[in-house]
Each structure stands twice: as C-alpha cells, then as structure tokens.
C-alpha cells in the first residue's frame, strides 16, 4: 500500500464553522506534513509531524490547528476561517529522519488532497 | 536562500524531447526531486538526484545535476499528450531536514 488518503475530497465551509481534514497512511512512515496550495502556485509547507510529534510550523495562523493521533493519521482542525484561506490542502507522509538521515530517498508521497472553498 | 525559480510555461510537439529546468540558490541542498501533477490532483514523485550525482536516467526521463551553476533540468524524451501537466523541482536542504521547498512550477503543454 502506497497510498496517502485525504478525506474529504471537497469541503464548503463557512466562515464559522468548525470542520477537519483528514489523512492516512500506511506505510509506516514517521513523519507527515500538511501542505497548502492557491491556484498555480506551488504548495506551501505548513506543518510537520516527526514521530508523531509538532516538529515544524511555518507560522500558521491559529485558526489552522494540526493534529497527529497516531503515526498513521493526520487531521487538520479549521475554525474561523476567512476567504483567502480556499485552497488545496495536500498531506504528505515520508519515513522520516533517523540517525540524522532521512529514510530511503526522502521523497514525499502525496495524498489527492482536499479542496477548501470558504464562503 | 531558499529560493526555487523554474520557467512558467514550456510548450513541445508530441514526439519531441520536454527540457524543464530548475535553478537554486542554496548550495547545501543535499536531495533533488522532480514532481509531477495533473490537473485538480495530489504531486507523483517522477524522480530525485542525489547532490553527489551530476545525471541520473530513468526510461524517459533524464535527469542533469550543476553543483556549480545551481542548476537542475528533467528532461522528457518522446513526449506524449500523457505528460501534460505542471513539473515542480524540490530541494531538501541537508540531511536532517524535513522541509521539502518546491519551485514556482513549470506547465507543460504538448502541441498535437
């Protein structure tokens, strides 16, 4: 099993809802990472779990809050959020540093990700 | 720095050979990636290069290391309608990082 699976795949959400993303894997990997994406730019870290702990946050707003239960799963809390935070939300997972190197090649595998429009 | 600049569009006849280049401004950077991603879908890990490698090939892909230039390129041969889509380079800076810094992405679009 390869695969990284992000649900849901579309969310409308208003700006006082609360909702959550989420994603598995089951590789085994250590580390997993949320990205954000707008329309023809490139994703944009966000968080970084390492063994199931907070180890990079690239300054997000509060109003995004991460959460890593265990080393398959991954959500991501919204609450209050505005307009300009529509977007596709990518999770990745990789096998994680160990010894100071990253697991095999160090690539990320990515989820399909999960479309965000905020009304 | 961590900046990763690439072309925005490249456009080829099917059949030809697709160069997508990709500079950087970060010496240290240790792992190189070549991304692929089709419209509304997640990012496909097409290939990477290890900073002590200057060329790696993978059937149709051909991948160019310049340590010196700071500069990545993938290239394409035989290009097919299939490999339309947008190609992002990534860095991973040194070994215990984490954070993948991708490039501001390159459309490829083939012309029948």
């Known amino acids: 099993d390869t695969e990284v699976t992000q649900t849901p795949k579309h969310l409308v959400m208003g700006m006082t809802n609360k909702k959550s993303l989420k994603c598995e894997q089951h590789?085994?990997?250590?580390?997993m990472y949320w990205y954000k994406q707008k329309a023809k730019k490139p994703p944009e870290l966000m968080f970084v779990?390492?063994?199931?702990?907070?180890?990079i946050n690239e300054s997000v707003p509060s109003r995004f809050s991460p959460e890593c239960p265990n080393s398959s799963l991954l959500n991501l809390h919204l609450h209050a959020l505005q307009p300009e935070d529509s977007a596709l939300y990518l999770c990745?997972?990789?096998?994680?540093?160990?010894?100071?190197?990253?697991?095999?090649?160090?690539?990320?595998?990515f989820g399909e990700g999960s479309r965000l429009t905020v009304l | 720095g961590e900046d990763v600049e690439q072309s925005l569009f490249l456009s080829v006849r099917e059949g030809d050979s697709s160069v997508i280049n990709c500079t950087y401004t970060?010496?240290?950077?240790?792992?190189l990636y070549w991304y692929k991603q089709e419209p509304g879908a997640g990012l496909q890990l097409l290939t990477y290069i290890f900073s002590n490698m200057d060329m790696k090939q993978d059937q149709r892909l051909t991948v160019l290391l310049n340590k010196k230039d700071k500069h990545l390129s993938l290239r394409i041969a035989d290009t097919q309608t299939g490999d339309s889509a947008i190609y992002f380079c990534?860095?991973?800076?040194?070994?215990?990082?984490?954070?993948?810094?991708f490039g501001t992405g390159t459309r490829l679009t083939i012309i029948p």
């Open positions: 590789m085994g990997h250590r580390a």
């Open positions: 990745a997972s990789s096998r994680g540093i160990a010894s100071g190197r990253p697991g095999g090649t160090g690539e990320l595998f």
């Open positions: 970060d010496s240290s950077s240790t792992y």
């Open positions: 779990y390492s063994y199931e702990k907070l180890s």
């Open positions: 990534a860095e991973r800076l040194d070994f215990g990082n984490e954070k993948l810094t």
